[in-house]
Antibody, heavy 120, light 107 residues
Framework: QVQLQESGPGLVKPSQTLSLTCSVS??????????WSWIRQHPGKGLEWIGF???????SYNPSLRSGVTISLDTSKNQFSLKLTSVTAADTAVYYC????????????WGQGTLVTVSS | AIQLTQSPSSLSASVGDRVTITCRTS??????LAWYHQKPGKAPKLLIY???SLQRGVPSRFSGSGSGTDFTLTISSLQPEDCGTYYC?????????FGGGTKVEIK
């Protein structure tokens, strides 16, 4: 069973970079076929898919998000990361990492989520 | 992007009631739809995938149906632990999108 755990600062200043890491256990992030995603949920709101990274390092991002989103892999640590540059208060949200068993599959495993607040 | 519209946005029902939530997509997605249940402060949990397939470990009182643009999640006999918010999600095309959620409360 795949287990995911988000980590990173809970408070980020406006215009700075939000950086989060998802540590994966129970599966290698290098395993072919798995898609590793970031999803966020604004306070009291619904879910928004941010993007995914494939085991090869290929990525896809939600075009509704402004530019400045980067998802990367660290295979040596079995982790993948999210960077969001030039954040504003609108980026305040709970950020989840999640996995899917393929590109056109649902999210079957989720991290517990981490709240990131953008404030000076 | 494919838009998903859930209804109702909230409902209140008694233990033992049959509950139905609908999800309509802005374009056809075949059966590429999932349903999730989220409790406050927790991550969503996958209930149903491919519109009608029950995820391992999910109680059989949950069922899904539909294809194309109209989908339904049914709880045959509502239990206290079923309170929370339910979301539909399409995985037919990118960007992946979610419905706005249906909040279920127990009377």
């Amino acid at each position: 069973q795949v287990q995911l755990q988000e980590s990173g600062p809970g408070l980020v200043k406006p215009s700075q970079t939000l950086s989060l890491t998802c540590s994966v256990s129970g599966e290698s992030i290098s395993t072919a076929g798995y898609y590793w995603s970031w999803i966020r949920q604004h306070p009291g709101k619904g879910l928004e898919w941010i993007g995914f990274i494939f085991h090869s390092g290929s990525t896809s991002y939600n075009p509704s998000l402004r530019s400045g989103v980067t998802i990367s892999l660290d295979t040596s640590k079995n982790q993948f990361s999210l960077k969001l540059t030039s954040v504003t208060a609108a980026d305040t949200a709970v950020y989840y990492c999640a996995s899917a068993s393929g590109g056109y599959y649902p999210f079957d495993f989720w991290g517990q989520g981490t709240l990131v607040t953008v404030s000076s | 992007a494919i838009q998903l519209t859930q209804s109702p946005s909230s409902l209140s029902a008694s233990v033992g009631d049959r509950v139905t939530i609908t999800c309509r997509t802005s374009e056809g997605i075949s059966s590429a739809l999932a349903w999730y249940h989220q409790k406050p402060g927790k991550a969503p949990k996958l209930l149903i995938y491919d519109a009608s397939s029950l995820q391992r470990g999910v109680p059989s009182r949950f069922s899904g149906s539909g294809s194309g643009t109209d989908f339904t999640l049914t709880i045959s006999s509502l239990q206290p632990e079923d309170c929370g918010t339910y979301y539909c999600q399409q995985f037919n095309s990118y960007p992946l999108t979610f419905g706005g959620g249906t909040k279920v409360e127990i009377k």
